[in-house]
C-alpha cells in the first residue's frame, strides 16, 4: 500500500508563493510518477504538474508554467513551489501516486491519493 500526506496550503494574496510538500510511505517503490492535482468547486479535477520518480521529467499544466515547479527532494518527498499565485489557483491540491509509465497529467493513471491541502489566493 502506498499512504500520501500532503501539507503547506494556506491563503495567500496574489502574487505570493506557497510550497506544498508530499510525504510518501509503504510501497513507494512500485511508483514510477507522482504529481500535483488541484480542483476546484464545480470543475474537474485537472493535473497541475508530474514527475518521473526515476527519470526526473516533468511536465506541467499550460496554466502554471513558468510559475510552479515540482522537485523531489527525496525518494518518499514530493514538492510544489508556487510562485506568482493567481485567484485562479485556488482549488484543493492533492498529491498523487502512478505505477504507469507516462507521468502525462491525466487523473486515470494515478491510483493513489493524499487528502489534499486547500489553497487559497485572494485578489
Known amino acids: 500500500q502506498v499512504q500520501l500526506d500532503e501539507s503547506g496550503g494556506g491563503s495567500v494574496q496574489a502574487g505570493g508563493s506557497l510550497r506544498l510538500s508530499c510525504v510518501a510511505s509503504?510501497?513507494?517503490?512500485?511508483?514510477?510518477?507522482m504529481g500535483w492535482f488541484r480542483q476546484a468547486p464545480g470543475k474537474e479535477r485537472e493535473g497541475v504538474a508530474t514527475?518521473?520518480?526515476?527519470?526526473?521529467?516533468t511536465a506541467y499544466a499550460d496554466s502554471v508554467k513558468g510559475r510552479f515547479t515540482i522537485s523531489q527532494h527525496n525518494a518518499n518527498t514530493l514538492y510544489l513551489q508556487m510562485n506568482s499565485l493567481k485567484p485562479e489557483d485556488t482549488a484543493m491540491y492533492y498529491c498523487?501516486?502512478?505505477?504507469?509509465?507516462?507521468?502525462?497529467?491525466?487523473?486515470?493513471?494515478?491510483?493513489?491519493w493524499g487528502q489534499g491541502t486547500q489553497v487559497t489566493v485572494s485578489s
Open positions: 498523487a501516486a502512478s505505477g504507469a509509465s507516462g507521468c502525462d497529467l491525466g487523473p486515470n493513471e494515478y491510483k493513489h
Open positions: 509503504g510501497l513507494i517503490y512500485t511508483m514510477y510518477c
Open positions: 514527475i518521473g520518480t526515476g527519470t526526473g521529467r
